[in-house]
């Protein structure tokens, strides 16, 4: 059965997507992963994170997110980091 969210960034309605973890989170940063929302967290000196209240994003929303995050990467001489498994920013 579909579950209705409501997205924490435009407010918009969507059914839910990507509920499964995506084993590609050891190798990636995520801006290729499958995911449907995104957490602040604090990093401790040993990598160590805790993560705040994770954010429901519907999936326009994770698409632009995902685009920005890759634009300031990209913007910040870091453009390595913001390419997808396929090389592209
Ligand atoms: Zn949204």
């Given at each position: 059965?579909?579950?209705?969210?409501?997205?924490?960034?435009?407010?918009?309605?969507?059914?839910?997507?990507?509920?499964?973890?995506?084993p590609?989170?050891?190798?990636?940063?995520?801006?290729?992963?499958?995911?449907?929302?995104?957490?602040?967290?604090?990093?401790?000196?040993?990598?160590?994170?805790?993560?705040?209240?994770?954010?429901?994003?519907?999936?326009?929303?994770?698409?632009?997110?995902?685009?920005?995050?890759?634009k300031?990467?990209?913007?910040?001489?870091?453009?390595?980091?913001?390419?997808?498994?396929?090389?592209?920013?």
């Amino acid at each position: 059965m579909a579950l209705a969210k409501k997205c924490d960034i435009c407010g918009n309605l969507y059914e839910n997507y990507n509920t499964f973890f995506d084993p590609g989170m050891e190798e990636s940063n995520g801006l290729d992963l499958d995911v449907n929302g995104i957490a602040f967290v604090n990093i401790d000196e040993e990598d160590m994170y805790f993560a705040q209240k994770p954010i429901d994003c519907c999936p326009v929303c994770m698409d632009k997110l995902k685009t920005h995050i890759r634009k300031m990467m990209k913007d910040a001489g870091n453009g390595n980091m913001a390419e997808d498994s396929d090389g592209n920013i």
